[in-house]
């Protein structure tokens, strides 16, 4: 029964675990920075994937990879105008960890310093195709100084904690117990 568990149900469970906290932290931080025209955007979901991806193998990882797929759509259905994107930007950013992975050492801050990359690709990439998609308006000088830095301190600071927390979930995860 818990193997089952852990084989199927435990990488969704986390994900959607993370998905909920996407929307739940911004509602925490808005208040604090409100009036002064910043905005804090937390990407949980995307680190855990980010490191679950370096940390992962065999079954575990195609569940991932699945995983990734339809929280990128609910993602989507939830906070997007546009059906398909973080669909495919997830999975592609965790299969890019991937192959990269062969070249990371696996050491704390290596592992910190590309999910914070990730995050950037994932957050530069984002604002280059909403633009040439025209459904944003706002200068990338806006971006880079009201979303962008807020988010990416918010995001490193967080990477610290998934880092932390993961480690132990992903020992559970593949012992055979």
Do not use: C
């Given at each position: 029964?818990i193997?089952?568990?852990?084989q199927?149900?435990a ?5 959607l ?6 929307g ?10 409100a ?17 679950l991806t370096e ?7 195609k ?15 939830y ?8 669909l495919?930007i997830w ?8 192959q ?9 801050y290596?592992?910190w ?8 690709l994932y957050?530069h990439?984002?604002?280059?195709l909403y633009?040439?998609?025209g459904?944003n308006?706002?200068a990338?000088?806006e ?6 830095v ?13 880092i ?10 593949m012992?055979?117990?």
């Amino acid at each position: 029964m818990i193997k089952a568990f852990k084989q199927y149900a435990a990488l969704p469970l986390l994900l959607l675990l993370a998905f909920y906290l996407d929307g739940a932290l911004p509602l925490v931080f808005v208040p604090l920075t409100a009036g002064s025209g910043y905005r804090m955007d937390a990407a949980i979901s995307l680190l855990v994937i980010v490191y679950l991806t370096e940390h992962l193998a065999g079954h575990q990882l195609k569940v991932l990879y699945i995983t990734s797929a339809v929280i990128g759509a609910l993602f989507d259905l939830y906070y997007n105008q546009i059906l398909g994107i973080h669909l495919f930007i997830w999975p592609l950013l965790a299969y890019l960890t991937r192959q990269l992975q062969r070249w990371i050492h696996h050491h704390f801050y290596s592992e910190w310093l590309w999910m914070i990359a990730s995050y950037v690709l994932y957050t530069h990439g984002l604002y280059l195709l909403y633009r040439l998609l025209g459904l944003n308006f706002f200068a990338y000088g806006e971006f880079f100084i009201n979303r962008f830095v807020p988010s990416l301190i918010l995001n490193a600071f967080l990477a610290f904690i998934v880092i932390a927390v993961l480690r132990y979930f992903t020992k559970w995860l593949m012992t055979d117990k």
